[in-house]
């Protein structure tokens, strides 16, 4: 495939953002999609509620949407925000790159900022592969993500059985060592829509699931260690639990899912966490009104009546979490 930069499709990096974000006190959300209704609901969502967003795409994410169609989606997402007079930027970026060969793929197919998890080998190779990345990337002016500590659970093609909480002792080493623009911590946050075992929480008067509070304090060393340094918080849906309720009264079988409480998210959102990546709250939203409509009317068949209606209940979620959790609408 031909290279193209992100700037002649009219991407823009995280740097500007992220410092804008810090100084405003919120967090840049960064939804991750698959398709084209997921699109449509990102875009529109972060137009209307006039948020500076990053659209994530997973290793996965790019084979299943087909590398070549993705620029012209991105190319398509940047029309939609001209056509709609938005002055809404936003940032492509990979999720979880594991190699540093696919994070040049993406750099040279017009991403305009990516993400190197190395945080699954030693640390000495994980500065080496992170370094490697950002070496390549600088020539494209293309932002860079870096990993440390480990975090629990599965989405996509990112799995881990347990933790490992980010050293705050080895923070300023690495990123002085990489040059990575933004870092992205383990401080309790965790992948997937089962993010806690039913016996790591607590339940509330209601019986409710609640899980163990975020470690802020890991959170504050660290910013005390670096600061001003842009912070990322993977795993972070808070897996709403009216799409849980939805999805399994329409013959679903999520038991025990339980994500972040959204009042957690807001605390971090106004610290140096300048970013927020949600995934499964977004694939929660859609599976909900699928079901529904599939239950309520089991002889459709035609994907723009389920499609549609969990494109509009995606972008409802978007508006909500811009406005009410991460603080990133009006922020364009």
Do not use: W
Request: aromatic share 6%.
């Amino acid at each position: 495939m031909e290279k193209v930069s992100y700037k002649e499709i009219g991407l823009v990096n995280t740097r500007e953002m992220f410092k804008k974000a810090m100084e405003g006190q919120y967090a840049i959300p960064a939804y991750n999609f698959n398709n084209m209704e997921q699109l449509q609901a990102i875009v529109m969502g972060c137009v209307e509620s006039r948020s500076p967003f990053i659209l994530q795409v997973s290793s996965g994410a790019r084979k299943y949407a087909n590398q070549t169609l993705l620029r012209f989606l991105a190319m398509g997402a940047v029309a939609m925000i001209k056509d709609a007079n938005s002055p809404v930027k936003f940032a492509l970026h990979l999720d979880h790159g594991d190699t540093f060969e696919l994070c040049k793929s993406c750099i040279d197919s017009g991403f305009s900022s990516v993400m190197i998890d190395g945080s699954h080998h030693s640390y000495e190779e994980n500065v080496r592969l992170t370094k490697q990345v950002v070496e390549y990337a600088r020539d494209y002016d293309v932002t860079v993500e870096g990993e440390l500590g480990v975090l629990a659970g599965i989405e996509d093609e990112v799995s881990a059985e347990k933790s490992t909480y980010t050293k705050p002792e080895e923070v300023e080493d690495f990123v002085s060592k990489t040059g990575v623009d933004s870092l992205a911590i383990s401080i309790g946050t965790s992948h997937g829509a089962m993010k806690f075992k039913p016996e790591q929480c607590t339940r509330d008067e209601r019986g409710v699931l609640v899980p163990p509070p975020l470690r802020f304090d890991i959170l504050e060393e660290i910013e005390k260690r670096i600061p001003g340094f842009p912070i990322v918080l993977h795993g972070a849906s808070s897996v709403i639990p009216e799409y849980v309720q939805i999805i399994n009264s329409n013959g679903g079988k999520l038991k025990d899912a339980v994500g972040i409480p959204e009042d957690q998210l807001r605390r971090a959102a106004r610290s140096a966490v300048c970013k927020v990546n949600i995934d499964s709250d977004g694939r929660l939203a859609m599976t909900a009104m699928i079901r529904k409509v599939f239950n309520e009317s089991p002889a459709e068949f035609d994907p723009r009546k389920y499609l549609g209606p969990a494109r509009e209940e995606l972008k409802k979620m978007i508006i909500r979490k811009n406005k009410e959790v991460l603080g990133s609408a009006d922020r364009a």
